[in-house]
């Protein structure tokens, strides 16, 4: 998929480069994601629908933009430009308005948790269709790394994946990804170095 950037466009960065990250608005890339996870589903429903072994289900990993704080490809722009959807206005208790009028400094952000969340929200519901068990995202903590400077600037897209299920978002996330069941966080490896930081 991340080879054939035309069929599944990648996040483009305000200068016009891409990312090596999917774009979430792209409906080529979310129903070959869909139909992966429904495959996935089946096969899980087929060996373990009685027994259930297996207890929950992630959904996508560490979900969000890491080098854009939102994707910047036209598409993306003329959505940007124009009105807040509707469920996000009833969710966040805002008025209508473009994007800049409602959230401001945060409107790009916004705009990507919001486009980031149906994505996960319709691939978790397709799969629930094929076997209803429990599905969770986990969340990249909002915190710096010591080995990685540039994630020291509390910025989305930057010390944090932009979009994902991040602590100020979660309440958002409940509302507009309701086939989410869980979210929390990653866990983090315990090395001496890591403990020694803390």
């Known amino acids: 998929m991340k080879t054939d950037i035309k069929r599944f466009p990648r996040v483009i ?6 990312i090596d990250v999917l774009s ?4 080529n890339t979310l129903e070959a994601d869909k139909t992966a996870f429904v495959a996935l589903m089946r096969h899980l429903k ?6 259930h072994t297996v207890l929950l289900i992630q959904v996508e ?3 969000g933009d890491i ?3 939102r994707d910047n490809s036209a598409e993306a722009n003329r959505k940007f430009a124009g009105a807040v959807p509707s469920d996000l206005l009833a969710a ?3 008025q209508p308005g473009t994007w800049s009028e409602v959230f401001a400094a945060d409107a790009d952000e916004m705009f990507q948790f919001y486009y980031q969340a149906k994505y996960i929200n319709e691939i978790a519901a397709a799969g629930k269709a094929e076997f209803p068990i429990p599905y969770y995202v986990n969340v990249w903590l909002d915190y710096p790394a010591a080995e990685l400077p540039q994630r020291r600037l509390d910025l989305p897209g930057i010390g944090y ?3 994902g299920p ?3 978002l979660v309440g958002l996330w409940r509302a507009l990804a309701t086939s989410i069941d869980m979210i929390g966080p990653i866990s983090m490896p315990t090395t001496p170095s890591s403990i020694e930081r803390r």
Do not use: F, T
Not at 46 to 51: H, L, M, P, S, T
């Open 92 to 94: 966040a208790h805002k």
């Open 67 to 69: 080098g854009s704080v």
């Open 161 to 163: 994946p932009s979009g």
């Open 166 to 168: 991040v602590q100020k």
């Open 46 to 51: 087929q060996i373990d629908g009685e027994r």
């Open 13 to 18: 960065r305000p200068d016009g480069e891409p």
């Open 61 to 63: 990993n560490e979900s």
């Open 24 to 27: 979430a608005l792209s409906r």
